[in-house]
Each structure stands twice: as structure tokens, then as C-alpha cells.
């Protein structure tokens, strides 16, 4: 295991409506090696999200209205910033962002972290050992990759994957951050067009599947819209 202090890292846990599953996946996370800190962002929820993410243990933010992934991974980033002033860190927290439906499974992200710990990458990037195929998602996926790929010459396997660890000098680096879920397809571009480390892992880590009703596809056209809008401005 790299070397590195015991609380190096902090997870950041963006979440909208997620209050049966938020609880599981706070436990798991702080559960994981080099893990100081949780903060979960509630992004205008209309159930208990943020009540049960207080009771397992998390720092909870709030945004009073629903402002999307990328804003609420900015307070949770601001959030751990704040937290590592109050500590007098001399180096600040590593960013280990992960989905709130991720549940149990939010145990096996710890090699996310590993290769920042180390110092061998600057960003890691997710890849689902196992992955569900959902109708309609792939237009999404094959957008983001083939713009990620045009704009900085790499392909990642999973574009999309909301799960990553940053440095915190990554992450202020890519700021301000991309609008919405065009927030992944950008860092990546924005990331690698400035020469930082980007590298990908595989982890046995699974979220809820969104499936192919009217929700579902109502999400996939925002994401498609965000990720368009993210690559309009870097192609």
C-alpha cells in the first residue's frame, strides 16, 4: 500500500434523493484506507438524504435547490478545504469523489486512491469491473469518448464514471468546473490538456441501474445536453 498519512484522503459524495442507499455508502467509505473525512453535498433533495447521511457519520452540506453534480462537487470540495484549514494541514486532502447509490460496494473504490497517494497519477478514473448495459446510455458514453479523445488524444473505457480521486492541485486546476454531468468529460480534457497524470483503474464497485422508462431517458438527455455543452467550448 502506498505510503502516506492515515487520513490523507476525503470523500466527497454529491447525492439528490438518495436517502436509501446514503447511509450504506457513507459507512462503506469511511470505512476505507487513508480516508479522513466523508462529506456528502444533499443537492436539493426532497427526502431525507442529509438526515441520513448526518446519522452514518458524514459532514452534510446543503444546497436549498437542486444545482447539479458540479456544483455540488465544488461544496464538497470547498467543504474538505475548510476542514483541512481548521486542521492547519500541511498538505491538503486528495478529492475521492463517489456516487451516493453506490451503497455496500463503496468498500472496494479504496484503489482509486492509491495511485495519487503514490504519487504515480494525478486523477484516477473508475472502470466498473462489471457494467450494466442501459438502453439509450451509450450515445451519452460514445459523445464524451470521442471528444475526450479528439480534444486530448486518449480514450478512457468509461468516460463518464462519476468515480475518481484528484489531488487537490488537480482539481483547482480544472476549475471552474464544467456545468452539470459535463463535469467528468471535461476534467478529463482540461486535466490532460495541461499535462497532469490521468490513469484509470478497475474497481468492484456498482450503482443503481437507471433503466429505460421516461426518468431514465429524461436523464440521459441532460447528460447528453451537458456533456455537448462541455465539448462545445473544448473542441
Known amino acids: ?18 436517502a436509501d442507499r446514503i ?15 466523508v462529506v ?12 441520513a447521511a448526518r446519522r452514518a457519520g458524514a459532514i452534510t452540506m446543503r444546497h436549498a435547490r437542486n444545482r447539479g453534480k458540479a456544483a455540488a462537487m465544488q461544496t464538497g470540495a470547498s467543504a474538505v478545504g475548510l476542514v483541512d ?14 456516487d451516493a447509490d453506490l451503497g455496500e460496494s463503496a468498500a472496494q473504490a479504496g484503489p482509486l ?6 504519487g504515480t497519477a494525478d486523477m484516477t478514473i473508475a472502470v466498473f469491473a462489471t457494467t450494466v448495459k442501459l438502453g439509450g446510455h451509450g450515445l451519452v458514453v460514445g459523445l464524451s469518448g470521442a471528444g475526450i479523445r479528439r480534444a486530448a488524444g486518449w480514450r478512457p473505457a468509461q468516460p463518464l464514471n462519476g468515480q475518481r480521486c484528484l489531488t487537490r492541485a488537480a482539481f483547482e486546476a480544472a476549475r471552474p468546473l464544467a456545468r452539470g454531468w459535463g463535469v467528468e468529460t471535461a476534467l478529463t480534457i482540461d486535466l490532460l490538456r495541461q499535462g497532469f497524470r490521468v490513469t484509470e483503474v478497475e474497481v468492484e464497485l456498482a450503482h443503481r441501474a437507471t433503466g429505460t422508462g421516461l ?21
Do not use: C
Not at 4 to 13: E, K, N, Q, R, W
Not at 23 to 37: E, I, K, M, N
Open 40 to 51: 456528502v453535498v444533499d443537492d436539493g433533495s426532497g427526502d431525507a438524504t442529509g438526515a
Open 215 to 235: 426518468h431514465a431517458q429524461l436523464h440521459r438527455a441532460h447528460q447528453l445536453a451537458d456533456v455537448a455543452r462541455a465539448l462545445a467550448v473544448r473542441l
Open 85 to 98: 484549514q481548521r486542521e492547519r494541514r500541511e498538505r491538503p486532502r486528495h478529492l475521492l469523489f463517489l
Open 1 to 18: 500500500m502506498p505510503a502516506g498519512s492515515p487520513d490523507d484522503v476525503a470523500v466527497v459524495i454529491p447525492a439528490r434523493n438518495e
Open 113 to 118: 486512491a492509491d495511485p495519487v497517494i503514490a
Open 23 to 37: 447511509q450504506a455508502t457513507v459507512t462503506a467509505a469511511a470505512g476505507l484506507p487513508r480516508v479522513g473525512l
